[in-house]
């Protein structure tokens, strides 16, 4: 067996050497697949992510049409323009994918994120939490002596916000749902 030798300065013209050109822009892309609601099908979709190194930063799931057996998969992904078109193309070619849409691309649209945060302070830190849960319009949908659980709305970067202002005041524990999104307008 040889062993693959690569000299020192000599670049790599592999298509898994996904490194990206720093003249090319990194962007964050929300792409909305409807597939067929059968098994192995989600594991396809992630397996060309995985198989390809591309970064999956958010993923949700869920059937959007029972009698037409559909599922919605929403998936937020980074990469060189170059890059997210590659997905774009590569989702289009899985068999039971039905439609991509680059959510992103195509104009505006509304992306949802759900988060329970759970927060364990007294005195001064738990009146702070409350504070500005009620700033956020974050909901506490469970209460201890020592703690709250908070359930949050809103695009990802008020939930990132929300949790950064957590953390001093005793964030213990988070959980996400991942984005959902829509195109906005009638189509």
């Not at 998936?75 to 039905?98: E, M």
């Not at 319009?137 to 949050?152: G, K, P, W, Y």
Request: aromatic share 4%; net charge negative.
């Amino acid at each position: 067996m040889s062993a693959l030798r690569i000299k020192k300065g000599s670049t790599s013209h592999s298509a898994y050497n996904l490194r990206p050109n720093f003249s090319e822009e990194v962007e964050r892309h929300t792409l909305a697949v409807l597939v067929e609601n059968e098994p192995g099908v989600l594991a396809r979709v992630i397996g060309l992510f995985s198989g390809r190194g591309y970064n999956i930063e958010s993923l949700t799931v869920a059937e959007v049409d029972h009698a037409g057996h559909l599922s919605r998969i929403t998936i937020v992904t980074t990469g060189t323009p170059q890059v997210i078109a590659q997905i774009h193309a590569q989702l289009g070619r899985i068999v039971p994918v039905h439609d991509v849409h680059d959510l992103t691309a195509e104009g505006p649209a509304v992306e949802r994120e759900l988060a329970l945060l759970k927060v364990a302070g007294t005195g001064d830190a738990r009146i702070e939490a409350l504070r500005l849960a009620e700033i956020f319009r974050a909901n506490v949908v469970d209460s201890t002596l020592e703690s709250f659980v908070f359930e949050i709305t809103g695009p990802s970067d008020k939930i990132d916000a929300f949790a950064e202002l957590m953390r001093p005041l005793g964030l213990v524990e988070t959980a996400r749902t991942g984005v959902a999104a829509l195109s906005r307008g009638t189509e």
